[in-house]
């Protein structure tokens, strides 16, 4: 009986890891179409970034990362720690804190002239750090349910640690192609 | 009553209506084929109320994979490849062969906008957007066989250029800049349009393609030039629109 | 509380029938445009017969240049987003994944009605669109930037244009997770791969080319969306050359979802005709891995051919052609699941009930429909052919002929398994052939005014002089094209009055021998008492053997025979 449970939960943990896959890799597309649109733009423009734009707050941006970065390690020690609660939490507060963060850095470059309606470095850089922030506000409202219980279900943990882990990457490529090179 | 396209008036207009006709011939030769399988198995493999066995085959046995594949690769081969060859030819050699440094070309830029076609020729000076420039709109008049080199460019949305006597088209995009080329094999009117939804008066952006022997052409030219320099004088903003032919 | 839950179910045979009466209201929508656009074609400018007036009230009951751009832009986005998807991929997916594959549901029912009511919800948006300011989306089913844009559109109807396929998207993104999942975790015991029907590997295919280009959309239509409404500018031109976005950035993302696209719209089809021909054939499927192959190679290279939409863009020499000798190319795997539909019609001992009349309909459409696609393939021609009606003819002869008809031969074929009554066969077979007629008459005029070079989108063709002759043509096509919309209320009405009336259906009226046919019609909530334990593969009709010895002409695929008896007994028995 109990045997033919854990063979239920093995079989059922493997197909939701095989749909959030799936569903990853539609995400991966997604994002991989705007990753395009931008190298077209990049190509494309006569000097890159366009001259006359505000300074990207790239100081700002490298602590968001570190910020996301942090939010996915304490996803991975939740996964494995007597209490899992706790450091799902930390990495609820995290995710809200590179949302606060960014909504500032946005802010920041509106101000300075630098909003999505200011040309085409704007554009880029607005659209896929809004849709990427879209993005974490999910993780952000699937995390908070799966933590919510008082012992939170090991397996939704995991998936859960998985789309935060691809968030975080598809941030460092951000980060990599909008602030280092 | 017969349809078909209008008359070819070009030169490489043929070689558009030959791979049509190519095409027509190869493929309704498949086609025809498969009208006849299908009219013998439904006139001839029929259950009949059950009467009839079929032949029991999974048809994976290497000869049946055999067959399949010789089929499709003599289709591939005998369509396919030789269009393939065969446009590939027409396109280096002749559509997309440009009249760069052609000194019988006709040189045109045109602007798409919604609704209408501005084409400008360079004046005396041979160079475009000045105040010699001969602007004509929704006409185009060409001298007959010479190359007619176009440029073209969009002011707003995307258009595309359509000369069906020409059997050619090509898109005008804003933002960048096309081409396009063709040589009028007799002269006379046709009519050119434009082959991308643009808006709701797409279909009124109506064009005519004056095609002149060469002596006429030359006649209206110069008269053309004169009037433009004329009335230039007052408002060149027409005469200056256009761009630096090399840029684009 | 009954009723919300039945609603809201979860069952997969709930929400496929849910996305069928979504779908074919969307296709009644679709098709009452069709004709207004062919009344227009016909008489320019003439008042609309009988409903006029009450249509377009502002423009004295005449169809007016703006109403003719919008007809033809949400005729597109329905028939495809709204009608075929819905039906071919939501209903016919939902249905037949786990009753085929020997499953009691998706591997996600939830997530599966929120996929419906996504799709429901855009519809919502779609229909709003229409009576908003400033006008319904007009910008083509393509939606060209910067036509698209505030430039071209500037009325919120385009917006929610863009919102609605974004919606429609999610809804088929959350669907192919579910579908692919559920193939490969779900399969009943003994249900390997090549023991799946081809209806399967159809929707599989599809579901991996909406799982990996759906997205390549959704980024097109959100900077579309951004560029509309916070004055970006990935598709606006700058003031000077390549100082900005650039429209055929707009045209790459698009396309490299729409050519996909419309391999994910004939792919449900191609299995669904491939298992049907076999069934009323009463044989197997001829070169059945041949087929799966053809399937999976025409999944692999549908993103690299999306280029010969764009041939006279001004791309470059090289890229133009590569594209034109990939197109070619997956012409090739065509051509080999082609060749194996008429192998398996060789030689068999055909029924011509009504499923399998439409299915050879389609045999024939999607011969013309296809065998025109090389046409537009050749650079040389396609520059010609380009945007005139020759590509209108070759798609609606693939999309609304041959996918239609596998549409019809599949709700024909599955009517008794889901509603648990038989449709009408003298109303079918009179409705076939109204159909097929007057279709071809409709596809095939089509083709003959692009040849002839007719431009499409075009609202009044008297405007130029060289296709005033085209005009009588243009007549009977419409005309043709009424009698084809007529001939859809003998459906609607055999559709509904088998609903209600139909004969009462057994298990297995077909004599088939996949597994939904061997539970009863309808099948119970929970699909299979007992898992199947799936022996061989799902064509087996009409071994000699068989008719010998058990006096029937089909095996269901967990019937095991002679050798497969033996094995039979080898596997192990399942938990639960
Ligand atoms: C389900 C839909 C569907 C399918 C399956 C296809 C299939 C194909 N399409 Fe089509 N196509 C569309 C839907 C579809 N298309 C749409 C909607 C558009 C226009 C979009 C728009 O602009 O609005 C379009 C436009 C379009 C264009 C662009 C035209 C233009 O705008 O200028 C091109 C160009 O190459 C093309 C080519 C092809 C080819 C080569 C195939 C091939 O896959 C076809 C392969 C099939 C065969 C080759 C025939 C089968 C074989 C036989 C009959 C064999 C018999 C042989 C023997 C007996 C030897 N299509
Ligand atoms: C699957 C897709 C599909 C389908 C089925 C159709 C069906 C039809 N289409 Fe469509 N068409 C497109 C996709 C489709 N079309 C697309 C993508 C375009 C391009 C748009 C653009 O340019 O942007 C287009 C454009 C287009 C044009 C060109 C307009 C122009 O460029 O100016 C024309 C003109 O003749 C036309 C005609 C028809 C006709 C006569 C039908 C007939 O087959 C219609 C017959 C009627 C029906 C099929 C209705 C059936 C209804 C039922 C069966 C209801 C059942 C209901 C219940 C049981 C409740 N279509
Ligand atoms: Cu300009 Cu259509
Ligand atoms: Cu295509």
């Known amino acids: 009986m109990s045997a033919t449970r854990a063979f239920d939960e093995r079989r059922k943990n493997a197909t939701a890891v095989v749909g959030l896959t799936i569903f990853l890799g539609t995400l991966a ?54 209490n899992a609660r706790a450091w799902a939490f930390g990495a609820l507060s995290l995710g809200a804190a590179f949302l606060v963060a960014q909504a500032l850095v946005w802010r920041s470059l509106v101000l300075a002239g630098g909003g999505p309606s200011s040309g085409i470095y704007g554009s880029v850089f607005f659209a896929i750090s809004g849709l990427h922030a879209l993005h974490v506000v999910g993780g952000v409202v699937a995390l908070a349910a799966v933590a919510a219980p008082r012992a939170p279900d090991a397996r939704r943990l995991a998936l859960c640690a998985r789309y935060w882990d691809f968030v975080l990457v598809v941030w460092l490529i951000f980060f990599f192609v909008a602030c280092v090179r | 009553m017969s349809y078909g396209p209008p008359r070819d008036v070009s030169v490489d207009g043929r070689l558009v209506d030959g791979a049509f006709g190519y095409l027509t011939r190869a493929t309704g030769v498949c086609f025809a084929i498969v009208v006849l399988v299908l009219a013998i198995v439904v006139l001839f493999h029929r259950s009949r109320g059950g009467a009839r066995v079929p032949h029991y085959t999974h048809g994976d046995r290497p000869r049946h994979h055999v067959l399949t594949a010789l089929t499709a690769l003599a289709m591939f081969v005998g369509i396919d ?7 590939m030819g027409h396109l280096q050699s002749r559509f997309w062969k440009w009249p760069d440094g052609d000194p019988k070309a006709v040189r045109v830029e045109v602007t798409a906008r919604q609704w209408a076609w501005t084409f400008r020729l360079a004046g005396p000076d041979d160079r475009f957007g000045t105040r010699d420039d001969v602007v004509m709109v929704n006409e185009l008049r060409v001298p007959v066989d010479r190359p007619i080199y176009l440029k073209l460019r969009s002011r707003d949305v995307i258009h595309s250029l359509y000369l069906p006597s020409f059997r050619t088209k090509t898109d005008a995009i804003p933002g960048s800049t096309t081409r396009l080329w063709f040589q009028a094999r007799e002269p006379g009117r046709t009519e050119l349009g434009c082959a991308q939804h643009c808006g709701v008066s797409h279909y009124k952006m109506r064009g005519e393609l004056d095609v002149m022997p060469a002596a006429d052409w030359e006649a209206w030219f110069w008269r053309a030039v004169d009037d433009a320099r004329l009335h230039a004088g007052a408002d060149a903003s027409v005469q200056l629109d256009g761009w630096d032919w090399d840029q684009g | 509380m009954k009723l919300v839950s039945r609603i809201f179910s979860i069952d997969h045979k709930v929400i496929a029938k849910q996305f069928l009466f979504l779908g074919l209201a969307f296709l009644a929508v679709g098709g009452f445009m069709a004709m207004l656009i062919r009344w227009q074609l016909a008489h320019p ?20 240049p703006a109403a003719y751009t919008s007809l033809f832009t949400m005729h597109g986005t329905i028939m495809i987003f709204f009608a075929v998807t819905p039906i071919l991929i939501g209903a016919f997916g939902n249905f037949l994944i786990p009753l085929m594959i020997g499953a009691r549901d998706m591997s996600f029912p939830r997530l599966n009605a929120l996929s419906f009511w996504t799709m429901f919800a855009s519809t919502a948006v779609l229909t709003a669109s229409f009576f908003v300011p400033l006008g319904a989306p007009a910008a083509g089913w393509t939606a060209y930037a910067t036509l698209s844009t505030a430039i071209g559109t500037p009325g919120l109807g385009q917006t929610l244009w863009v919102v609605a396929i974004y919606l429609n998207g999610a809804s088929s993104i959350m669907g192919a997770v579910n579908y692919i999942t559920t193939i490969v975790r779900e399969r009943a015991p003994g249900m390997t791969w090549l023991r799946l029907p081809l209806t399967i590997w159809g929707l599989l295919m599809t579901a991996i080319l909406n799982a990996l280009f759906v997205p390549v959309l959704a980024a097109g239509m959100v900077l579309l969306f951004f560029d509309r409404v916070f004055g970006t500018q990935f598709f606006i031109a700058g003031s000077t050359i390549k100082g900005g976005g650039d429209p055929i950035l707009y045209q790459h993302l698009f396309w490299l979802f729409g050519h996909p696209e419309v391999y994910i ?173 007057s279709l071809n008459v409709v596809f095939g005029g089509q083709l003959v005014i692009g040849w002839a070079g007719m431009q499409r989108r075009l609202y009044d063709p008297s405007v130029y002089e060289f296709l005033r002759p085209l005009l009588a043509l243009n007549r009977h096509i419409s005309t043709a094209a009424f009698v084809l919309g007529a001939s859809q209320l003998i459906f609607v009405l055999n559709f509904f009055w088998s609903l209600a009336r139909g004969e009462k259906a057994e298990a297995n009226p077909w004599g088939v021998g996949t597994l939904e046919w061997t539970v009863p019609s309808p099948p119970p909530e929970h699909n299979f008492d007992e898992i199947p334990v799936v022996v061989h593969g799902p064509h087996e009709l009409g071994h000699p053997d068989v008719r010998t010895r058990l006096g029937k002409d089909w095996l269901a695929q967990n019937e095991a025979f002679g050798e497969e008896a033996e094995e039979a007994g080898a596997v192990p028995e399942v938990a639960s």
């Open chain 2, 81 to 87: 490849a030789v269009l393939a060859g065969r446009s």
């Open chain 3, 265 to 437: 719209l004939i792919l449900p089809a191609w299995g669904i005709v491939g298992d049907l021909l076999s069934f009323f054939a009463r044989k197997p499927a001829y070169g059945y891995r041949v087929t799966v192959g053809a399937f999976v190679a025409v999944t692999a290279l549908s993103s690299l051919v999306y280029g010969h939409h764009m041939f006279v863009t001004g791309m470059s020499p090289l890229l133009g052609e590569s594209f034109m000798v990939l197109t070619m190319i997956i012409s090739v795997p065509a051509v080999l699941l082609y060749l194996n539909w008429l192998g398996t019609l060789w030689r068999g001992a055909m029924r011509l009930d009504t499923p399998m009349l439409y299915c050879l309909g389609l045999v024939f459409t999607f011969g013309v429909g296809g065998l025109t696609g090389l046409f537009l393939a050749d650079i040389t021609s396609d520059i010609y052919l380009h945007d005139t009606f020759f590509v209108v003819g070759h798609f609606h002869l693939i999309m609304a002929a041959a996918v239609l008809l596998a549409i019809f031969a599949g709700i024909h074929f599955w009517f008794p398994k889901m509603f648990g009554r038989r449709m009408s066969e003298p109303l079918g077979k009179l409705h076939f052939w109204l159909t097929i007629v």
């Open chain 1, 29 to 82: 597309m997604l994002f991989a179409g705007l990753f395009f649109a931008y190298g077209v733009m990049r190509a494309q423009a006569p000097a890159w970034p366009p001259p006359g734009l505000p300074a990207l707050p790239r100081g700002a941006l490298a602590a968001n990362t570190l910020v996301l970065v942090g939010a996915s390690l304490a996803l991975r020690r939740a996964r494995r720690a007597e």
């Open chain 3, 45 to 64: 400018g003439a008042l609309f017969p009988v409903v006029g007036r009450a249509l377009f009230g502002a423009a004295g009951g005449i169809i007016s």
